[in-house]
């Protein structure tokens, strides 16, 4: 099992930052990916970000140039620094990771941009 605990949602004006983070916790020794993926009221999820082991990214065409994905493989954290946040932002940001065959997603964090 892997238990991803998401951290800094919030509310920004638009053109603001936020900084996310998630760490993974459980049974593992160490992940190859993680990443975070958001979901706006009425939409489906969608790819943000992910970090791939060797520092590899990808990222979602409507968050190129803004928004960075980094981490720290030692405590399996990952961050994302989100900035110049557009109200079309605004949405729940899930954690993810997949470990063994198995998608792993934390609980969700809110991001609200709105002036």
């Known amino acids: 099992q892997v238990q991803l605990v998401e951290s800094g949602g919030g509310s920004v004006q638009p053109g603001g930052s936020l900084r996310l983070s998630c760490a993974a916790s459980?049974?593992?020794?160490?992940?190859?990916?993680m990443g975070w993926y958001r979901q706006a009221p009425g939409k489906e999820r969608e790819l943000v970000a992910i970090?791939?082991?060797?520092?590899?990214?990808n990222y979602g065409d409507s968050v190129k140039g803004r928004f960075t994905i980094s981490g720290d493989n030692a405590k399996n954290t990952v961050y994302l620094q989100m900035n110049s946040l557009k109200p079309e932002d605004t949405a729940v940001y899930y954690c993810?990771?997949?470990?063994?065959?198995?998608?792993?997603w934390g609980q969700g964090t809110q991001v609200i941009v709105s002036s």
């Open positions: 970090l791939i082991r060797g520092g590899i990214t």
């Open positions: 459980g049974s593992i020794f160490s992940l190859n990916r």
């Open positions: 993810y990771a997949p470990f063994l065959g198995r998608d792993f």
